[in-house]
């Protein structure tokens, strides 16, 4: 016999509600949960892709060690004592900085890592802290931190309730939404196309641009001079609407003078874009009755990503649309991810030992991590902890670290997979799966474009092998406090913590509400809060930061020549199938048509001699992949474009599926020296690259492999 619950899917930002039906323990079918009141049903390939995951004969069940070139069973306990002994025995040592540990982005999804792995690391006290968030969205975190005091004090298009919606640099139709959670997002789009304007700003016409009602092409790295001449020509049709900020707002005149000065002559050669059509925008943006712009991953990582944030911060702000329904709104989380005992995202408290990169909230940039392993000296790194993360994937210059990781002395992982970073690996310890545990939306409810709340309960209990996200990191925190003579509390199940949070909040809510609502609840639309909330020093909204002024002031002095100069510049895409390397396990997500290939424009491939389905050289500064090209007219002509998270031809990688998927890793091409200035984010797009047609004896080799361990049961 069939039953059905019901609970959150956690494997994108959408968050959106699953009807999952089960035959005893074990799981048949998923479908979209018509009665969940924020995604009414939605559900994407993602979701129905969980039936894939929970039965792969190639997820770990058990912890396992490396022994030369095998992998072997390991008790739990074992496993611990070995990864608190290896870690403690480097620091003591080597200092506390031999240690470094990545997170990748699948912590936010799942409230069995983001809200104990704080505790883990605290431990650790390492000052070699990474994660996928500086290859993604820390323009966004520094430019709040900033302007509004906490890193999370971050506005969101209130989508359903614009009239017109200014967007750069991003693709929600295929990324299901990012720092705006919005299930259903395409619907939502369409709608607001219907009803007002819809403005996507992007070098490619997206499939996002496609149901839009305006598409303006733009060269890549162009974002800033088109955003410093879109708020000139704000200003030009009146002054800045900011009565509704009166008292609470400082440096406004500072900034305004700033952006005014920043000459803007070049704006067509540079971006593509005309002034004409900025002055025409800028007058729909400010006629409109309520208008949001945002910018999201083509913008964050590039040369200029914070400074483009902040940009747009301004365009709302200066609009009178920053704080206002319709605008830009932080959402109010039911559990606060913002207020007392949250961290502010403050940084600069201390610098890369190699390059002398500040900190942010607590980590460093991404980028540096290789030479910290490879580059001798007091501070070293020499272990690593790596935490649902393929950083060999998805940082800049991948086989530059994936080179670095053989010469660690330790290495310990919490994953599903034997992935082309866990391969590495001294030890790797799988956690049950997530429908065996509770969770809580603890990041992406935050950053919703709706209040909302849900309670995803277990499925049924874990086997006696199996361990808990949270049991593990309780098990490693202790046993590595035990080696290295310190303190250890171990934290309480996650629903104790869930309730904990619920009553630092003031919503009302309490987990017998959310236990008594199985689809969700729905708390109402965004409402104007961020004046409520500043956690600057001033209390007051600080529109012109110096470090974001300095910033300003650097882009000005550019070397306009060099940013005008012609050739390829290389950008990222995702595909609903494929946004990340995890799903290429999948065999639901891979069928169909390849997506692995290089976009190039049919002018760009003429004018180089290059066949549509061609095998070309793709070359960077620090790398070449060999890869497969196909013409495509949605591309702005001296654009290329090559997806994220392909790259699986590794030895050593015990991934069946996504091992036969063809097609080469993004980061072999991407440079670890290009961060932008604002707060230290990976420049992965507006990349040069050159790109020649392989000769055929060359393009029948394929691309390059590493080396890696094999595979005992």
């Keep these: ?191 607001l196309a219907a009803r007002g304007t819809l403005v996507v700003v992007d070098p490619r016409r997206t499939e996002t641009a496609q149901v839009a009602n305006e598409h303006v092409f733009i060269r890549p790295g162009g974002d800033a001079l088109f955003l410093v001449a879109f708020l000139q020509a704000m200003l030009a049709l009146g002054p800045p609407r900011v009565s509704a900020y009166e008292g609470k707002l400082n440096g406004l005149d500072a900034v305004l003078s700033a952006v005014g000065a920043v000459a803007t002559g070049s704006l067509e050669t540079e971006t593509g874009i005309s002034a004409d059509t900025v002055r025409r925008l800028a007058a729909a943006f400010l006629a409109a009755p309520r208008a949001v712009a945002y910018g999201r991953m083509g913008v964050s990582v590039q040369p200029w990503g914070t400074l483009c944030q902040w940009l747009l911060q301004l365009v709302n702000l200066v609009s009178g649309n920053l704080d206002r329904e319709g605008g830009a709104l932080p959402n109010e989380a039911e559990i606060p991810v913002t207020g007392p005992g949250t961290s502010t995202g403050h940084g600069g408290r201390w610098r890369s030992r190699v390059r002398g990169l500040p900190e942010f909230a607590g980590e460093l940039p991404v980028a540096c991590l290789a030479e910290e392993i490879v580059t001798p000296g007091d501070g070293q790194v020499r272990a690593l902890l790596t935490v649902a993360g393929n950083p060999v994937l998805s940082t800049p210059d991948g086989r530059g670290l994936d080179r670095a990781l053989d010469g660690l002395d330790f290495m310990v992982s919490i994953d599903f997979y034997i992935n082309e970073t866990t391969r590495h690996a001294d030890l790797i310890l799988p956690p049950a799966s997530s429908l065996t545990q509770d969770h809580y939306d603890l990041i992406f409810n935050a950053f919703a474009v709706r209040r909302v709340a849900r309670l995803s309960q277990a499925l049924r209990e874990r086997e006696p092998g199996e361990r808990a996200d949270w049991e593990i990191v309780n098990g490693m925190g202790a046993a590595y406090a035990a080696a290295a003579g310190k303190d250890w509390r171990a934290l309480p199940p996650p629903r104790a913590m869930i309730a904990a949070g619920l009553a630092r909040g003031d919503s009302g809510l309490d987990l017998a509400a959310l236990l008594a609502a199985p689809h969700g609840i729905d708390l109402g639309p965004l409402r104007p809060s961020l004046l409520a909330r500043l956690e600057t020093a001033s209390g007051c909204i600080e529109a012109a930061p110096a470090e974001l002024l300095a910033e300003l002031d650097r882009f000005a002095g550019r070397d306009r020549a060099q940013a005008a100069e012609a050739g390829l510049r290389l950008i990222g895409r995702r595909d609903v199938r494929s946004n990340n390397s995890w799903m290429h396990i999948a065999p639901r997500l891979v069928k169909g048509k390849a997506r692995h290939q290089l976009a190039m424009h049919p002018d760009d491939l003429a004018a180089r001699g290059i066949g549509d389905g061609d095998r070309v050289s793709v070359r960077s500064r620090t790398g070449e992949i060999h890869t497969e090209v196909r013409a495509d007219h949605t591309l702005m002509p001296g654009v290329a474009c090559l997806p994220h998270g392909f790259g699986h031809g590794r030895n050593g990688v015990r991934m069946a599926r996504a091992s036969l998927v063809p097609g080469e890793s993004y980061n072999d091409l991407t440079d670890p020296l290009a961060i932008e200035g604002g707060c230290g984010n990976a420049a992965l797009n507006a990349l040069p690259i050159e790109v020649t047609r392989l000769a055929p004896a060359i393009a029948a080799t394929g691309g390059a492999t590493g080396a890696g361990p094999t595979w005992s049961a």
């Excluded at 994407?44 to 069940?61: Q, Y």
């Excluded at 506005?155 to 693709?171: E, K, Q, S, V, Y």
């Design 1 to 191: 016999m069939q039953t059905s619950v019901f609970r959150a899917c956690d494997l994108c930002e959408a968050i959106c509600g699953l009807e999952l039906q089960l035959d005893g323990d074990r799981l048949v079918a998923i479908r979209g949960d018509a009665d969940d009141p924020f995604s009414h049903g939605h559900i994407c390939p993602k979701g129905n892709a969980i039936l894939d995951l929970e039965a792969d004969p190639d997820r770990l069940r058990t912890p396992m060690r490396r022994e030369g070139a095998q992998w072997l069973p390991i008790g739990w306990e074992d496993a611990f004592e070995l990864a608190g002994r290896r870690l403690a025995m480097l620091q003591q040592a080597h200092g506390q900085s031999a240690v470094a540990t990545y997170l990748g982005n699948p912590n936010v999804h799942h409230f069995g890592h983001i809200a104990y792995l704080p505790a883990l690391l605290k431990a650790l006290r390492t000052p070699n802290m990474f994660s996928a968030s500086s290859v993604d969205q820390w323009p966004h975190q520094f430019t709040c931190a900033r302007m509004y005091g906490h890193q999370f004090l971050l506005p969101i298009p209130d989508i359903d309730r614009t009239d017109f919606f200014l967007m750069l640099g991003a693709n929600p139709v295929a990324s299901n939404g990012s720092l705006m959670t919005a299930p259903g997002i395409a619907k939502r789009l369409k709608a």
